[in-house]
């Protein structure tokens, strides 16, 4: 079965420590990024890469890192950096130029 | 720019009423658009998208014309049941801009039986 997998599901952590989100695709697709969603609010954009050892910052960067050493991978450190980081975390990938974006389950960060 | 606007939820509807999510956009280009929907806890999951004017996307009973003379992207079900009950998400992306995709920011939908 093609798809993307992010674990884990549920994470939580203490304040002040770093924390990493993993994302894996196994549709060969070049490209993919990492969402933060709030309650009711709509994707915000951290991170994309569209392919292996390059990504970009998206709008909300600051305070997150993230590293693309496999096409197949994509993981997301959550740094103590970040000032607010509870929320809904979701992965998505697509083909290279391709115009469709594919969403992992998503995996919700409490910091406590 | 470019962005999505969609219409403010929630929304709450009787099984087999019929619904409509309005969404607009502004892109510099010719955007694909999109409709997510994402069930509670969960991912987003594409319903359908349409990729150039007039163009219509359909799946699961749901419907959406591409209007560029309106900058519309219309969700519409004829008969909504209790398991469509989710937020919807209209979305935009341009080749012009990197294929980077722009999200309205949801319209939540319950159906009640």
């Known amino acids: 079965d093609g798809g993307i997998t992010q674990s884990p599901k549920y994470l939580f952590r203490k304040e002040g420590q770093n924390v990493t989100l993993s994302c894996e695709q196994n549709l060969n697709h070049d490209a993919m990024y990492w969402y933060r969603q709030d309650p009711g609010q709509g994707l915000r954009l951290i991170y994309y890469?569209?392919?292996?050892?390059?990504?970009q910052k998206g709008d909300i960067a600051e305070g997150y890192s993230v590293s693309r050493e496999k096409k197949e991978s994509f993981p997301l450190t959550v740094t103590s950096a970040q000032k607010n980081p509870t929320a809904f975390y979701l992965c998505a990938s697509s083909l290279a130029g391709g115009d469709t974006q594919y969403f992992g389950p998503g995996t919700r960060l409490t910091v406590l | 720019g470019n962005s999505v606007t969609q219409m403010e939820g929630p929304v709450t509807l009787s099984e087999e009423a019929f619904l409509t999510i309005n969404c607009t956009y502004t892109a510099t280009g010719y955007p694909s658009l999109f409709w997510y929907v994402q069930y509670p806890g969960e991912g987003l999951q594409l319903l359908l998208k349409a990729t150039k004017a007039d163009d219509k996307g359909s799946n699961k009973g749901f419907e959406a014309t591409y209007r560029k003379e309106t900058t519309s992207f219309h969700l519409e079900k004829g008969s909504v049941q209790v398991s469509d009950s989710a937020v919807y998400f209209c979305?935009?992306?341009?080749?012009?801009?990197?294929?980077?995709?722009?999200f309205g920011t949801g319209t939540s939908l319950t159906v009640i039986p």
């Open positions: 890469s569209q392919i292996v050892n390059d990504f």
């Open positions: 979305a935009l992306s341009e080749s012009f801009a990197g294929n980077q995709f722009y």
